[in-house]
T-cell receptor, first 116, second 114 residues
């Protein structure tokens, strides 16, 4: 597609429920990233996929968070047993090549998650 | 982990004035990037400067990089009300296990008053 698409754009869920957030990157982009942004804060790195390599999961805050990328394209971020502190905007970005190739990232519009 | 830290946290200027935002970071980088964010949603990539570059221009944007001081600045000339947004610097660096990571600062909130 023309840009990075994320869905849903807004999600309100009850504490303890599981949620799935979807990211559809730019076609042909091999790198995909998930970030989280709490109100008024910077972006917190969550996970990075690069081609067929094992993902860099070093930013996932707990084992309630997981992500997968099927067929090197669409990615799903899953949060199990949501907590109120999970409330944030979840941003996905894609990039062509590796970061070392010096390409900027293209971000989606994000999913605003509210846990009540 | 290393992080870009922007300064100031907030900046308010009159339309037509120049806006300067600074960024400092802690360790060696591959490149440094500046992004803009409107209304707390998606970020837009503005400009990327490689570690072996010292200055770069794009339209009304001028970015400098001083790797000896581990700092960068973003200058927006002849600002417009439409430039009102949050601006983030992000450092791209090797994070181990063959992975590069882009680490963001907390941003500078720029307000341009018409």
């Amino acid at each position: 597609g023309a840009g990075v698409s994320q869905s849903p754009s807004n999600k309100v869920t009850e504490k303890g429920k599981d949620v799935e957030l979807r990211c559809d990157p730019i076609s042909g982009h091999t790198a995909l990233y998930w970030y989280r942004q709490s109100l008024g804060q910077g972006l917190e790195f969550l996970i990075y996929f690069q081609g067929n390599s094992a993902p860099d999961k070093s930013g996932l805050p707990s084992d309630r968070f997981s992500a997968e990328r099927t067929g090197g394209s669409v990615s799903t971020l899953t949060i199990q047993r949501t907590q109120q502190e999970d409330s944030a905007v979840y941003l996905c970005a894609s990039s062509s090549g590796t970061a070392k190739a010096n390409y900027g990232y293209t971000f989606g519009s994000g999913t605003r998650l509210t846990v009540v | 982990s290393q992080q870009g830290e922007e300064d100031p946290q907030a900046l308010s200027i009159q339309e037509g004035e120049n806006a300067t935002m600074n960024c400092s970071y802690k360790t060696s980088i591959n490149n440094l990037q500046w992004y803009r964010q409107n209304s707390g949603r998606g970020l837009v990539h503005l400009i990327l400067i490689r570690s072996n570059e010292r200055e770069k221009h794009s339209g009304r944007l001028r970015v400098t990089l001083d790797t000896s001081k581990k700092s960068s600045s973003l200058l927006i000339t002849a600002s417009r009300a439409a430039d009102t947004a949050s601006y983030f610097c992000a450092t791209d660096a090797y994070s181990g296990a063959g992975s590069y990571q882009l680490t963001f600062g907390k941003g500078t909130k720029l307000s341009v008053i018409p």
